[in-house]
């Protein structure tokens, strides 16, 4: 007779597994595989990507079935008076699966919801859409009265505005979930807060959230109105172990935001900003656990925020995007980052732009000497080759492309080959037409013949070489050194 699996080691097996059929299949095993796979499956209904296939977004819908088999009885009379037929699912359910949640997509209610309840509303085709949309909001707070009733805990929480042609007018019905009695256990523990454009009220959202939640790790947030910034701003001041922070907003008056950003400096990991005012004269004193800074389009204005800059000891990997107006890029602002950071910096990600004067390039040269990934857009040929020529030992990826002007492939590649490091194993290029002679001197001064599979060349042609490909002699080489190629087409635009 087999030995049965320990339950723990059959936990951490199935938790791996990422196909909900492979999931679903595991129940059929026995009656103790089932035991252990239900609640493993039923964390994801609610948590899952937004799936656009209509089949099987209708099978995912089938979940708010199993949600109606599980009310109490005062839940299902209400949901019959409000003309739902519930005889397709019958009460007592075989398991308690809302007590199983995990993760909870608002979204994905309110779609599930919608789908469903076409086969359940009673005269639905008769129907006005007003009545329609009152009876799936009753269903949805039924739905979050049972989650909260019966889950432990959530440890993701996604909120984002629901789809027009799904609802009217969801967010009274989602403000109230918080108020609900159980709301305060099964939101305490969360971990990971994901808002994008909400509009409803945000301020009477997170008033009763705050008050539960200030031990969230994670905040991914998208910003659409002025009037989201204050509240949201006292949200984050009151967590107390926020480790990754992600704000996106449409160029909104951010001065308020940026205290509740400066408020978790001793917990910060990481910070993305995106469109969002950085402009800080005060001192703000060390982030001193944030490792990345990812910074895009944010506006910056010449030397406004070098104390901002200048509190960023130990980061190790930087990404910084300007806009397209050059007058809002801030060189004194990357110069200061880069200089602070030091040898610290393990990954750059820089658009150059066009119009500035290099110092930004000269700063990389001479602070970031241990940097292992490198990626620059809007170098010239002369400055790719001095990156090759400032022995940077523990590079190990480079991503370059030479915007603005159509250089000559072949001899950036010859050029290149003679100061390429055997420790560099990835380089990305955007360039044009070269000849297999090129290519081989490159990976002559790179690596040993059939020693390169360590080794990856990945070439984006430019808009004029779109029409470029591989003769079987580029083939040769290639298979001689055994360097991993790929070439792709890559417009200007996209770079």
């Known amino acids: 007779m087999a030995t049965k699996v320990s339950t723990e080691i059959l936990i951490m097996i199935l938790n791996n597994v990422q196909s909900t059929q492979d999931l679903h299949s595991s129940l059929l095993v026995n009656r103790y595989w089932c035991k252990v796979t239900i609640p493993i499956l039923w964390k994801l209904p609610l948590g899952q990507e937004y799936c656009t296939n209509d089949k099987k977004l209708r099978k995912k819908a089938l979940c708010i079935r199993t949600y109606l088999s599980c009310m109490n009885t005062s839940s299902r ?3 019959t008076q409000f003309g739902l037929d519930l005889s397709s699912s019958p009460p007592q359910a075989t398991f308690n699966y809302p007590s199983f949640t995990r993760k909870f997509i608002i979204n994905n209610l309110v779609n599930f919801i919608s789908l469903y309840s076409q086969q359940i509303i009673i005269g639905y085709n008769c129907t006005s859409n007003y009545k329609k949309s009152t009876r799936s909001k009753k269903i949805f707070r039924e739905i979050c009265k049972l989650i909260m009733n019966r889950c432990s805990f959530l440890d993701y929480f996604e909120l984002a505005s629901v789809p027009e042609k799904f609802s009217i007018n969801y967010s009274d019905s989602i ?3 918080f108020k609900l009695p159980g709301a305060p256990k099964v939101f305490k523990k969360l971990e990971s807060f994901i808002f994008e454009y909400y509009e409803g009220s945000f301020n009477e959202l ?5 008050l539960i939640c200030d031990n969230i790790l994670n905040m991914d947030l998208k910003l659409s109105s002025q009037d989201q910034v204050q509240p949201l ?3 984050i001041n009151v967590q107390k172990r926020l480790e990754n922070l992600s704000i996106v907003t449409n160029y909104l008056d951010c001065h308020l935001l940026l205290w509740g950003i400066i408020s978790q400096k001793e917990t910060l990991k990481s910070l993305r900003l995106e469109s969002v005012g950085l402009n800080w004269k005060s001192s703000i004193g060390q982030f001193i656990s944030l490792q990345e800074l990812y910074i895009r389009n944010c506006g910056l204005h010449k030397s406004e925020s070098l104390s901002f800059a200048s509190s960023f000891t130990q980061l190790s990997s930087f990404h910084y995007f300007h806009s397209s107006n050059p007058y809002k890029y801030s060189q004194e602002f990357v110069i200061k980052v880069l200089e602070t950071a030091n ?3 393990k990954n750059i990600c820089l658009d150059l732009h066009p119009t500035i004067t290099f110092d930004t390039f000269s700063a990389i040269l001479n602070y970031c000497t241990k940097i292992t990934k490198l990626t620059l857009y809007g170098l010239s040929p002369e400055q790719a080759i001095t990156i090759f020529n ?5 590079l190990r990826r480079f991503s370059f492309d030479c915007r603005g002007e159509e250089f000559d492939a072949n001899n950036l ?3 290149m080959a003679k100061n390429v490091s055997e420790s560099l194993e990835n380089i990305e290029i955007r360039m044009g037409i070269f000849s297999a002679d090129s290519l081989r001197k490159f990976f002559e001064g790179w690596c040993c ?3 390169g599979g360590n080794k990856k060349f990945i070439v984006k042609r430019t808009e004029l070489a779109r029409l470029f490909i591989l003769s079987n002699e580029h083939f040769k080489v290639i298979e001689e050194y055994g360097v991993q190629f790929d070439m792709e087409r890559m417009s200007i635009e996209n770079m």
Do not use: H, Q, V, Y
């Open 206 to 210: 997170c008033e009763p959230l705050k």
């Open 449 to 451: 013949k059939g020693r």
């Open 175 to 177: 403000n109230s979930i």
């Open 343 to 345: 040898t610290n910096l």
């Open 233 to 235: 701003a006292r949200f």
């Open 390 to 394: 400032n022995d940077f030992n523990e």
């Open 77 to 79: 009379t209400l949901l």
């Open 413 to 415: 590649l010859c050029r």
